[in-house]
C-alpha cells in the first residue's frame, strides 16, 4: 500500500512494486503485520518535514520472519522471527557511538523518510531486526516498538518516574499512552490519566491507571489538584497539545515536568510564561528512544509485564479505513494489519 501523493486516506493505494534485494549488512524481512501510527496520519497528508521518495510506503512498526540476507549481515538466520526497531541512524557519529542513536543527525523513521512496513517485504539493517519468541502473536508484537521506545524515554530518561510520585498521562486511549500507563505502575508510581471519552475509562483501569479523568465533564486542572491534595502531578506526560496542554501546565507541581512527544491536537497552545518560570517547571521534547532502551524492554514484553494493546486487526488492504478510525479517535491503543 503506497502514496505519490498527500491528502486524505483515499491517497494510499494498493500497488504491486520491485522486490528488493538486500545491500551490505542489510537484511529482507518478509512482513507479517504492521501497526497504524500518528505519524503516518501526518505523513500522509504532508508537510515541510518530510522528504519523500515516490511511491513511499508508511509504516513503523514491523513483525516478521528474515527472507534474506545481503552481503556481511551478522547474527541472523533465514526463517527467524523479528521485531524491527523503527528507526535507521548512520552508527558512526558521536551520538550513534554513545548509545543515543535518536540524536543522530541522519536519523530516519521507517515509513517517514524512510520507506516502510505496508508492504510484503521491507529491507533494512541488520542491526535493525531484533530476534523474537512465539511468545506473543504478530499483532501483538506490531503493536509494540515505536510505542515503547517513546514512552520508555518520556517515562525514564527524560520524567525521572520513580516509587512515590504522582504522574499524569494524557489520551490514555492512545498507543503510547497505554505503555506510559504501565511504565509508569511498573516503576511505583501513581498514575493519574486522562481521556476525553468516557467509555475509554474502564480499559485505562484495567492497564494500570488509578484514577481516569474525563475530560468532556470535568476540568482537568482542577481535578488533578484535587486528587493530589492541591499539589499537582510530579511528571506530566502528553502528546496531545492544544488547550489539553494548556490545562497539564495548570495541572503539574511546582517543579514539576511536562514531557511532550506530539501534538494531535494542535501546535501553537497558549502559554504563560509565568506559570513556567514562577512555578520553576520544565518543558521535556521527546522523540523515540534508544535502540538499546527497545532491546531493554523485550524481557518485559515476553514475560507479559509490559502487555500490547490491540484495538483490532485489519488486512494491510484496508489501510485507509484504519486511518480513518484513528483519525476519528474510534480507537483504544492499536490497529494493527495484517499482511498477507
Same mark, same amino acid.
Given at each position: 500500500?503506497?502514496? !505519490? $501523493?498527500?491528502?486524505?486516506?483515499?491517497?494510499?493505494? $494498493? *500497488?504491486?512494486?520491485?522486490? %528488493?534485494?538486500?545491500?551490505?549488512?542489510?537484511?529482507?524481512?518478509?512482513?507479517?503485520? /504492521?501497526?497504524?501510527?500518528?505519524?503516518?496520519?501526518?505523513?500522509?497528508?504532508?508537510? +515541510?518535514?518530510?522528504?519523500?521518495?515516490?511511491?513511499?510506503?508508511?509504516?513503523?512498526?514491523? @513483525? #516478521?520472519? /528474515? !527472507?534474506?540476507?545481503?552481503? #556481511?549481515?551478522? =547474527?541472523?538466520?533465514?526463517?527467524?522471527?523479528?521485531?524491527?526497531? %523503527?528507526?535507521?541512524?548512520?552508527?558512526?557519529?558521536?551520538?550513534?557511538?554513545?548509545? *543515543?542513536?535518536?540524536?543522530?543527525?541522519?536519523?530516519?523513521?521507517? =515509513?517517514?523518510?524512510?520507506?516502510?512496513?505496508?508492504?510484503?517485504?521491507?529491507?533494512?539493517?541488520?542491526?535493525?531486526?531484533? %530476534?523474537?519468541?512465539?511468545?506473543?502473536?504478530?499483532?501483538?508484537?506490531?503493536?509494540?516498538?515505536?510505542?515503547?521506545?517513546?514512552?520508555? &524515554?518520556?517515562?525514564?530518561?527524560?520524567? &525521572?518516574?520513580?516509587?512515590?510520585?504522582?504522574?499524569?498521562?494524557?489520551?490514555?486511549?492512545?498507543?503510547?499512552?497505554?505503555?506510559?500507563?504501565?511504565?509508569?505502575?511498573?516503576? #511505583?508510581?501513581?498514575?493519574?490519566?486522562?481521556?476525553?471519552?468516557?467509555?475509554?475509562?474502564? *480499559?485505562?483501569?484495567?492497564?494500570?491507571?488509578?484514577?481516569?479523568?474525563?475530560?468532556? !465533564?470535568?476540568?482537568?486542572?482542577?481535578? @488533578?489538584?484535587?486528587?493530589?491534595?492541591?499539589?499537582?502531578?510530579?511528571?506530566?506526560?502528553?502528546?496531545?497539545?492544544?488547550?489539553?496542554?494548556?490545562?497539564?501546565?495548570?495541572?503539574?507541581?511546582?517543579?514539576?515536568?511536562? /514531557?511532550?512527544? =506530539?501534538?494531535?491536537?494542535?501546535?501553537?497552545?497558549?502559554?504563560?510564561?509565568? &506559570?513556567?518560570?514562577?512555578?520553576?517547571?520544565?518543558?521535556?521534547?521527546?522523540?523515540?528512544?534508544?535502540?538499546?532502551?527497545?532491546?531493554?524492554?523485550?524481557?518485559?514484553? !515476553?514475560?507479559?509485564?509490559? $502487555?500490547?494493546?490491540?484495538?483490532? /486487526?485489519?488486512?494491510?488492504?484496508?489501510? %485507509?479505513?484504519?486511518?480513518?478510525?484513528?483519525?476519528?479517535?474510534?480507537?483504544? =491503543?492499536?490497529?494493527?494489519?495484517?499482511? +498477507?
Amino acid at each position: 500500500m503506497v502514496i !505519490e $501523493r498527500h491528502g486524505g486516506a483515499d491517497v494510499i493505494e $494498493r *500497488r504491486s512494486i520491485e522486490l %528488493p534485494e538486500p545491500g551490505m549488512r542489510e537484511v529482507r524481512v518478509r512482513v507479517r503485520a /504492521v501497526a497504524v501510527n500518528h505519524l503516518d496520519l501526518w505523513v500522509r497528508r504532508g508537510g +515541510p518535514a518530510f522528504k519523500l521518495e515516490y511511491p513511499h510506503r508508511l509504516g513503523s512498526d514491523v @513483525v #516478521g520472519e /528474515v !527472507e534474506a540476507l545481503g552481503p #556481511g549481515a551478522r =547474527g541472523l538466520a533465514a526463517g527467524q522471527r523479528v521485531l524491527l526497531h %523503527p528507526a535507521v541512524s548512520c552508527g558512526a557519529c558521536d551520538a550513534c557511538l554513545g548509545g *543515543r542513536d535518536n540524536l543522530c543527525r541522519k536519523y530516519r523513521i521507517l =515509513g517517514e523518510n524512510a520507506q516502510g512496513g505496508y508492504a510484503q517485504h521491507i529491507v533494512v539493517p541488520d542491526v535493525n531486526c531484533l %530476534p523474537v519468541g512465539q511468545g506473543l502473536g504478530d499483532a501483538e508484537w506490531a503493536a509494540m516498538p515505536l510505542c515503547t521506545l517513546t514512552a520508555w &524515554q518520556m517515562a525514564f530518561r527524560k520524567g &525521572q518516574v520513580g516509587p512515590g510520585q504522582t504522574v499524569l498521562v494524557n489520551a490514555a486511549g492512545s498507543g503510547v499512552s497505554s505503555l506510559l500507563i504501565q511504565l509508569c505502575k511498573l516503576a #511505583g508510581a501513581r498514575v493519574l490519566a486522562s481521556t476525553a471519552s468516557p467509555e475509554k475509562v474502564e *480499559r485505562a483501569e484495567l492497564l494500570g491507571a488509578d484514577e481516569v479523568v474525563v475530560t468532556a !465533564e470535568r476540568d482537568l486542572a482542577k481535578e @488533578v489538584k484535587s486528587l493530589t491534595g492541591g499539589v499537582g502531578a510530579d511528571a506530566v506526560f502528553d502528546h496531545v497539545g492544544g488547550e489539553l496542554f494548556e490545562k497539564s501546565l495548570l495541572a503539574v507541581r511546582w517543579g514539576g515536568r511536562i /514531557v511532550t512527544c =506530539g501534538a494531535t491536537a494542535g501546535f501553537v497552545p497558549r502559554i504563560d510564561l509565568r &506559570q513556567i518560570f514562577f512555578r520553576q517547571i520544565e518543558i521535556l521534547g521527546s522523540t523515540m528512544g534508544r535502540i538499546g532502551d527497545l532491546r531493554a524492554a523485550l524481557p518485559l514484553i !515476553e514475560g507479559g509485564r509490559l $502487555r500490547p494493546v490491540v484495538d483490532r /486487526v485489519l488486512p494491510l488492504w484496508e489501510a %485507509p479505513a484504519a486511518h480513518r478510525a484513528l483519525e476519528g479517535r474510534q480507537v483504544f =491503543g492499536k490497529i494493527v494489519l495484517a499482511v +498477507p
